[in-house]
């Protein structure tokens, strides 16, 4: 079926001019956002979206999230930048602290709607999480009911992240992803979502 072209149901407003095709097809790779060894970093202002910004492991683009105000601080490189928000294994959930208390190289599986923070995430921060549907505002939001699972791995060096789902999975949906695999993984559930922009002529 081509893009666009499914029941409105398939649309993030059921509206046709709503937002066609956000899961269900592949994973899509989620650019400009990673972890290393548990702490989550990213690009800012949506940065990663433009080629002209290094997404490469070393690069000095990426950026720790402050756990007290959300601002952007350099990593260490290590994953442990004091007060970072770094993901934590909690109660058979992912929990956002500053610490990790149960670190392991291995995939973790949590319900997106189950995703908290401890006392230690201040409130700029849980909204930055959010923004990035990393954190659900509350357990109703994005899909709880349909129990939307997320996967991540806290004690590997460093793990890319893709979202949405695919069509072999039905855990799957708009408030899903995938942060378990290198950034060099392919599959064929594995795409991107591609985007046209008319750049200006010389």
Not at 92 to 110: F, G, N, P, V
Not at 112 to 123: L, N, T, V
Not at 135 to 163: Q, V
Request: aromatic letters at 10%; charged letters at 15%; one cysteine or more.
């Amino acid at each position: 079926m081509a893009t666009g072209t499914g029941p409105l149901t398939w649309y993030h407003d059921g509206s046709p001019s709503g937002i066609a095709d956000l899961c269900g097809n592949v994973w899509e790779w989620s650019g400009g956002i990673r972890t290393v060894y548990g702490e989550l970093q990213v690009l800012a202002n949506n940065n990663g979206a433009d080629a002209a910004n290094s997404q490469g492991a070393s690069s000095s683009e990426w950026k720790a999230i402050n756990a007290d105000d959300g601002s952007l601080i350099t990593p260490d490189g290590s994953g442990t930048t004091a007060n970072s928000v770094k993901m934590d294994w909690v109660s058979s959930h992912l929990r956002y602290a500053k610490t990790i208390t149960t670190k392991e190289d291995t995939s973790r599986d949590t319900a997106f709607k189950s995703i908290d923070c401890d006392g230690s995430i201040g409130e700029s921060a849980k909204l930055l999480l959010q923004s990035l549907g990393m954190l659900p505002y509350s357990a109703e939001d994005l899909c709880a009911t349909a129990n939307h699972h997320c996967w991540f791995n806290n004690g590997a060096s460093e793990r890319a992240f893709y979202s949405g789902g695919y069509w072999g999975n039905s855990s799957c949906g708009l408030a899903s992803f995938y942060g378990n695999n290198t950034r060099s993984d392919s599959w064929p559930g594995i795409g991107f979502r591609a985007a046209f922009v008319k750049l200006p002529t010389a």
